[in-house]
Structures are given as structure tokens and as C-alpha cells.
T-cell receptor, first 115, second 115 residues
Framework: GDSVTQMEGPVTLSEEAFLTINCTYT??????LFWYVQYPGEGLQLLLK?????DKGSNKGFEATYRKETTSFHLEKGSVQVSDSAVYFC??????????????FGAGTRLAVHP | GAVVSQHPSRVICKSGTSVKIECRSL??????MFWYRQFPKQSLMLMAT?????????EQGVEKDKFLINHASLTLSTLTVTSAHPEDSSFYIC???????????FGQGTRLTVV
């Protein structure tokens, strides 16, 4: 079945460091790919998405490129801030085989950024 | 983005009792709502999908008689954990999607502890 694998955390970085969180997926068909962020005490928020191969999603300095050849959607940011500390989830939408917006999540990666 | 409110944020209940969790879309009509659960250090797992006015569709392995879902209106879905046991202790989170939206918006989640 469809699945998402992302790197285990926690990831601990100093402020202004470069961030990469790896995400790979297995899916039949052509899924859409997402990164969600969960700040402490809050629900998940959509960070960025890409709906087809070679698309690049970007938001708040974060970027991820949909790589069909490597089935990857790695999250990157050039210079992290303390306020980026959160849990990051990679996800795919299994539409059409799984229904529109039926999301399959990775296990989440906790990011801690220190001053 | 749109707002989804989930209540309560935390609940502790005795084994054998039932607990109801509410999920409300505050500023849009949610034709579809999703319920997830998350065990510690694991990913969110989809439990069921509900459409307003119809019976929920449960994922394989989820007991529909134990996890009762009601989506009686376009702004409210409830999840009732019946005869709760300690193994039901988990983080439950809902998401809601409007009719033509491509994004599902998440509630803040409910931490259920059964003692």
C-alpha cells in the first residue's frame, strides 16, 4: 500500500543553520505531496505542497521538490530560526485511488532550533 | 486559512466510560471530515472519513462500534470513544474539508488518557 517514510528525529540545529528533512514515498498512481507543521499545542498546518513531478512547493523560506525518479520530497530551509521549532510531517494524498484528500502521513520529525 | 476547532484539548476518563470529542469548522461548511489518531512517536493514522448526513467510512482495523462518528451538520462532527480502555489513550485529531477545497484543515487535537 501507499506509505511515507521520513527521517527520525529529533533534529537539533543552531539558529541560521541549513535544514534538510528527508521524505520518501511509495504510491501507486500520481499522488500529491505535502509538508505539514505542528507547533506545540496546535493542530497541523499545511506548510507547502506539490501536485506533480518536478513541482516545487515553497512557503516561509521552506522548499521541497517533487522528485518522481527518486520518489522523494525532501524539506529544506536555508537558515532556520528558533520559531521553526516544531514537528514536521510529510504526507501524500492517495487520490484518486484513496479518495480526495485522504492523507497518509509519515511518522513526523521533531525539529529543535537553539539560539 | 480556515479554522477548525476541536474540543476538548485534553480529557482524562475512567476505564469503561465513554468520551465525546467535537470537531467544528468555524468559518466554512465541511462536507467531509477525517478522524486520525496518533500514538507516541508514530504517525497519524486515519481512522475514518465522514460525509455530512451519511455513515462514516472506517479504515481497516478500526472498530466502528467502539469509535462512533456522527457528522450531523456541515459544521460539526463528533467522535465518541465508547467503553474506553487504557489502550485507547492516544492523541485524536480531526480535519475538515469543504466541498471544492483542495486542502483539509486540522483541529488542535485531543489528548485522551484512560485510567
Amino acid at each position: 500500500g501507499d506509505s511515507v517514510t521520513q527521517m527520525e528525529g529529533p533534529v537539533t540545529l543552531s539558529e541560521e543553520a541549513f535544514l534538510t528533512i528527508n521524505c520518501t514515498y511509495t504510491a501507486t498512481g500520481y499522488p500529491s505531496l505535502f509538508w505539514y507543521v505542528q507547533y506545540p499545542g496546535e493542530g497541523l498546518q499545511l506548510l507547502l505542497k506539490a501536485t506533480k513531478a518536478d513541482d516545487k512547493g515553497s512557503n516561509k523560506g521552506f522548499e521541497a521538490t517533487y522528485r518522481k525518479e527518486t520518489t522523494s520530497f525532501h524539506l529544506e530551509k536555508g537558515s532556520v530560526q528558533v520559531s521553526d521549532s516544531a514537528v514536521y510531517f510529510c504526507a501524500l494524498s492517495a487520490y484518486p485511488s484513496g479518495g480526495y484528500n485522504k492523507l497518509i502521513f509519515g511518522a513526523g520529525t521533531r525539529l529543535a532550533v537553539h539560539p | 486559512g480556515a479554522v477548525v476547532s476541536q474540543h476538548p484539548s485534553r480529557v482524562i476518563c475512567k476505564s469503561g466510560t465513554s468520551v465525546k470529542i467535537e470537531c467544528r469548522s468555524l468559518d466554512f461548511q465541511a462536507t467531509t471530515m477525517f478522524w486520525y489518531r496518533q500514538f507516541p512517536k508514530q504517525s497519524l493514522m486515519l481512522m475514518a472519513t465522514s460525509n455530512e448526513g451519511s455513515k462514516a467510512t472506517y479504515e481497516q482495523g478500526v472498530e466502528k462500534d467502539k469509535f462512533l462518528i456522527n457528522h450531523a451538520s456541515l459544521t460539526l462532527s463528533t467522535l465518541t470513544v465508547t467503553s474506553a480502555h487504557p489502550e485507547d489513550s492516544s492523541f485524536y485529531i480531526c480535519s475538515a474539508m469543504g466541498d471544492r477545497d483542495t486542502e483539509a484543515f486540522f483541529g488542535q487535537g485531543t489528548r485522551l488518557t484512560v485510567v
